[in-house]
């Protein structure tokens, strides 16, 4: 069993959780602009509303509207239902069941004493940070469970007694959890080897198709196809194409905005 890419899927997940959450409240737009970059503008935007509200001293609850992504949501709700379960079934099979505090003592100091200590250890025991609870670690989330079941298919904390192995059993259920959500949020946030060509949305310089590149762990990048001879003022690729990397895109949003207003108005005038 391939648990190299098992962890892998596992971290994507992690990784990408807070992209597909503020997924979840943006227009599904898979190709333009990039999920991340939407999220920056979001956030910019709301900090901006932020401060509006707090100079006028205004109280108002911001509202928390349905989900505009339904893939999105489909996602967040498969991946946290399943992995959620997953972690249960692993603590269940692998975690050793917390001390069990003494209830009486001999009646003697000493026996008071060591009923103590004993509770004290059962208490730290009980509590260890890296135990799983059966139901109450669901609300620390999908981030928390995925780092619990990584811990057990890695074979950490062996040595001292707290974690037994996963069975090969189990191995594979997880395998197949990570690899199937790993794939799902990634497909609906765009994220893959292939690029995509942005549709009806021509280089503002020459006209040309723009495609998007977003590699698993790397920011979106996008190209011009028409290769040196394009005007954009931006820096080559390897294959000479004008490329537009993490840090240019904003430009970019900016300068096909104000060309999809030009053609706008245009059509507006022509009409
Ligand atoms: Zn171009």
Redesign the pocket.
């Given at each position: 069993m391939n648990t190299a890419d098992t962890r892998a899927n596992l971290r994507i997940i992690r990784q990408y959780w807070g992209d597909l959450m503020a997924a979840l409240d943006a227009d599904p737009q898979p190709v333009w602009p990039p999920q991340r970059l939407t999220t920056e503008m979001w956030a910019r935007r709301d900090a901006e509303a932020a401060a509006e509200r707090a100079e006028r001293n205004s109280d108002a609850l911001g509202d928390s509207p349905a989900p505009l992504n339904l893939d999105a949501a489909q996602a967040v709700e498969d991946i946290t239902t399943a992995v959620l379960a997953l972690a249960d079934q692993v603590a269940a099979a692998t975690q050793r069941p917390a001390i069990q505090p003494p209830h009486v003592h001999d009646g003697t100091p000493g026996g008071a004493r060591f009923a103590a200590d004993l509770r004290a250890a059962a208490d730290l025991d009980r509590t260890d940070p890296r135990r799983w609870h059966y139901n109450a670690s669901w609300a620390n989330g999908v981030h928390w469970a995925c780092v619990y079941i990584d811990g057990r298919v890695a074979g950490d904390d062996l040595d001292d007694g707290l974690f037994g192995p996963l069975s090969e059993h189990l191995l594979r259920e997880v395998a197949v959890f990570a690899d199937n959500s790993a794939r799902q949020l990634l497909r609906v946030l765009g994220i893959g080897t292939r690029s995509t060509v942005i549709p009806d949305r021509p280089?503002?310089?020459?006209?040309?198709e723009?495609r998007m590149h977003q590699p698993i762990d790397e920011p979106p990048t996008v190209t011009?196809?028409?290769g040196p001879s394009?005007?954009?003022p931006v820096g080559q690729d390897d294959r000479g194409r004008?490329v537009w990397a993490w840090h240019d895109l904003a430009q970019l949003a900016h300068a096909l905005d104000a060309a999809e207003r030009r053609h706008t108005t245009t059509e507006g005038n022509a009409a």
């Open positions: 280089c503002p310089w020459c006209g040309a723009l011009c196809s028409t394009c005007t954009a004008r």
